[in-house]
């Protein structure tokens, strides 16, 4: 199951709220300082729903056409153990008209379970998914659905 950026918006920051709650501080987690400037766009869970996805964009909350920088901090759905440790890729892709980009995105571990996917190129506009698998100590899937202007 995954949440829509647009339409589960709302909810959305409920769940975070309650997530940052859990985590017993007011602030979110925290996000390397020079991707302060993301915003929150949507919480999602993986396929198997063993996996809880808080996902950030950055430069623009929702993304625009172009490259942006999808950060996720990543927790086991049950217990919100960050998951370090993961390999991570991560596919965009447009279903409507069955084509991805010619550009590979990068994946970097920061730690914390937050991991940050840059050159996500969604550069038309229209419905995007960013397919992700996740392997090694979990093996799930999840898409995150944007709206490109
Ligand atoms: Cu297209």
């Known amino acids: ?15 975070a709220a309650l997530g940052f709650l859990a985590l017993g501080c007011g602030a979110g987690p925290a996000l390397p300082s020079d991707l ?3 915003g929150p766009e949507a919480v999602a869970l993986s396929d198997a729903q063993l996996l809880q ?4 964009t950055t430069p623009d909350q929702p993304p625009t056409r ?12 049950k217990t919100g153990a960050p998951q370090d440790g ?3 890729a991560a596919l965009p892709w447009m279903p409507a008209h069955g084509h991805g980009t010619t550009i590979k995105t990068a994946i970097e571990a920061k730690g914390g379970g937050t991991y940050v996917i840059s050159r ?3 550069f038309m506009g229209g419905k ?3 397919r992700l698998t996740f392997s090694g100590s979990v093996n799930d899937r999840a898409a995150l659905h944007f709206e490109i202007p």
């Open 66 to 77: 172009g490259l942006s920088t999808v950060i996720m901090h990543v927790t086991d759905a």
């Open 36 to 38: 302060a400037d993301a």
């Open 86 to 88: 993961l390999q991570v």
């Open 53 to 56: 996805l808080v996902v950030y």
């Open 1 to 15: 199951m995954v949440l829509c950026c647009a339409a589960m918006y709302e909810r959305t920051i409920q769940l």
């Open 128 to 130: 995007w998914d960013l």
């Open 120 to 122: 996500v190129n969604m």
